[in-house]
């Protein structure tokens, strides 16, 4: 008996039965309509006449119901509904407007269900409960069994008085029945007919991918700067430490290192975080660093920190396509990184950057660390951005241990596209 009240009269079954109220208001404009086409022709121009004229103009409202829900619009409104009334799950009803015309034929289904069915459990929400008070409180008041009330003349028999309570009380259990019912077919359907289409969830996927791009592209800017930019101040400070008293000018040169440092990883963690931001409130502070304009930069303060470079540039940057240049400096930064954060001060890397046919060339090459014979330390993060960056431009990467040292290829194709 309880579990039959709760599904009569609970929580979810009431929100459903409101919902269904909500398309009975929906489905009164149409009705209103279609009174007004349907009563010339039967010859009752009143709202809400006859049950005739009220049948007909609510058989005519519902095609009319049809075509509006062709709208794009219908779709949203009618999903925001189900997700906040109906408990329904979230992941089986689509976002958006419909797109495809079996989307749209889904759509205006599932609206004139809803019309139909609202405006069927709203005429029962308005007529049975009074009828159904009218006949529990018979037995109680004779006034209402008066003949000039235009009552049946069995009202004053004593087994319908006696009956009357108990048929007032069906009536009201038989329309939160149908409530209960009609909500119950609309919660199933809708995952049918407001569900992903095969475009829909093609859609989604193409959004949540790109979104994943965005943050892995994200987690690559942040560690290739903040992760160089960190291991040469700590080796740079490290240095100065160790010279304060006998090298002043080692120092200060340290010193303006980290501060250059510092300020221009500032400047590029903004310009990062700028896509996080709104469209209409991001920004960035700072370009991105390209070859062209940074490379020289980015050795000096790679240089103050105790790494030796020998760099060899055979080409010019000021030629290479923005993309190219921007990740090849990503990928230059990562690799005198790794050569800092695993071989330390005094490590010296052998740079060249050459155009060798159709692609940039950016090789690396230091010596191993005595404790690391084979393999780096470390979770190997970079090296997994350096083969994501030259992946994206259709290009390769290749790290190892070559001859007692670790040496890392990267080909990028001039002719990348974005």
Known sequence: MRALGTALFGRRTRRRWIHLI?????????????????????????????????????????????ITALFP???????????????VPDESLAEGPARSRAARGRTVAWFTLHLGFGGVISGMSLALPPFAV??????????????????????HETWWLALAPFVGLAALAALAACAAAAGGLLARWAPELLGPTPADRLAAAEQRAADLAVRNRLARELHDSVGHALSAVTLQASAARRVLDRDPEFVREALAAIEDTTRRTVGELD??????READDARSTAPAPTLAADLDGLLRRTGAGGLRVDATVDMDPEALPPLVS??????????LSNALRHGGEGTSVTLRIVCEGPDLAVTAQNPLPPHSPGTRPGGGHGLRGIADRARLLGGTADAGAVDGTWRLDVRLPLKAQP
């Open 73 to 87: 619009l219908t779709r949203p409104m009618s999903v925001a509904a189900v997700r906040a009334l109906c408990a």
């Open 326 to 335: 921007r990740e090849a400096y990503r990928i230059v930064q990562e690799a």
């Open 22 to 66: 909500l398309g009975g208001a929906l489905a009164m404009p149409y009705v209103f309509v279609g009174s007004v086409i349907v009563g010339p022709l039967i010859g009752d121009t009143r709202f809400f006449g006859s049950i005739t004229a009220q049948l007909s103009a609510f058989a005519v409202g519902l095609p009319l119901a049809a």
């Open 134 to 155: 009218f006949l529990i409180a018979l037995p109680f008041f004779p006034s209402l069994r008066d003949d000039s009330s235009g009552a049946p003349a069995f009202f």
């Open 271 to 276: 310009a990062v975080l700028g896509v996080l």
